[in-house]
């Protein structure tokens, strides 16, 4: 966590992102300026992981398809536990899951340096953890997205949702590749590695300097029926499901191929080093901060969502 406390003083002013009292939550709440300083240092680990992994997959197996099985391995298991972890989230005590879904990822990335260290890290071993690292992080989101509207004001929940969205590319897209690429160039793989399984101290710590009682009360369904309830509010949803089959759409024609094939091309094709595709990857990160700004100051409705 940063030792230093940064100034929001020239944001949050007339004009600024005050406007839509974007930072209000952050002097509002003491547990969600704690979260979110942890949470920034882990989302900022998590961008030095895409820098580390990628270029960890194409030296094990110096082939397009290297990243694609990273990432089928990494998919498949956020998406079998996905569901669960909102089911787990829902059942028990969200600052054991949270902590839980943090020490695993550490395990698990730390295991990866470790294994690098020793040079004795190879592909199926690779694919094997970051399997583990993302059915992990499948438990946290649900939790850690329930857990915000019990420790900030119901007026000041969209302003939240918005910093989230404004925060997120700036830590995982913009700050965390960057720092990768300098790392892998100058430090080595199994030393982003590391970084990254020590970023999730910072949100473990600031998990547990959360003050306010995290437990839920026992509901009355089970964890399957909880389950079967989301699929039939999706369902029942038409701008749930179509927003979902739209997004899906949208990973397959186009995030996929280019999170699959730009590593590649850099390496290969354009002779690049891993601070250059850090740089690429940043330069992504500065597109998405400029469009989730020109949302934040957006506040015009069409009209309310609707079943």
């Given at each position: 966590m940063p030792r230093v406390q940064p100034s929001f003083e020239t944001l949050d002013r007339p004009?600024?992102?005050?406007?839509?009292?974007?930072?209000?939550?952050?002097?509002?709440?003491?547990?969600f300026r704690v979260l979110w300083a942890g949470m920034a240092v882990s989302l900022a680990g998590d961008g030095v992981f895409l820098i580390a992994i990628a270029w960890t997959a194409f030296k094990l197996w110096d082939a397009p398809a290297a990243l694609a099985v990273i990432g089928i391995a990494m998919t498949v298991p956020m998406i079998c536990c996905l569901l669960a972890g909102g089911a787990v989230s829902d059942h028990f005590d969200r600052r054991r899951v949270l902590i839980c879904s943090d020490l695993v990822r550490a395990a698990a990335v730390a295991a990866i340096a470790a294994f690098a260290f020793a040079g004795t890290l190879d592909f199926p071993l690779l694919a094997l953890l970051a399997g583990l690292y993302s059915a992990a992080g499948a438990f946290f989101t649900p939790a850690f997205d329930a857990i915000v509207p019990s420790i900030v004001a119901p007026e000041d929940l969209p302003a939240a949702n918005s910093l989230d969205q404004f925060v997120r590319p700036i830590a995982l897209r913009l700050a965390g590749p960057a720092l990768g690429g300098l790392i892998v160039a100058s430090l080595g793989v199994p030393a982003a590695f590391a970084l990254d399984a020590a970023s999730f101290a910072a949100s473990t710590l600031a998990i547990v300097a959360v003050r306010t009682s995290l437990r839920v009360a026992s509901p009355a369904t089970s964890t399957r029926s909880a389950v079967w309830e989301g699929f039939r509010f999706v369902r029942w949803h038409a701008w749930l499901w179509g927003t979902l089959a739209s997004a899906a759409i949208?990973?397959?024609?186009?995030?996929?191929?280019?999170?699959?094939?730009?590593?590649?091309?850099?390496?290969?094709?354009?002779?690049?080093?891993?601070?250059?595709?850090?740089?690429?990857?940043?330069?992504?990160?500065?597109?998405?901060?400029?469009?989730?700004?020109?949302m934040v100051g957006e506040t015009r409705w069409v009209r309310p969502l609707k079943p």
């Open positions: 004009g600024g992102l005050a406007r839509v009292g974007l930072l209000r939550p952050l002097r509002a709440s003491r547990d949208a990973y397959l024609a186009f995030l996929g191929p280019t999170e699959v094939l730009v590593p590649y091309l850099v390496k290969n094709d354009l002779g690049g080093t891993a601070a250059d595709l850090g740089i690429v990857y940043a330069a992504g990160g500065i597109g998405a901060i400029a469009a989730a700004a020109a």
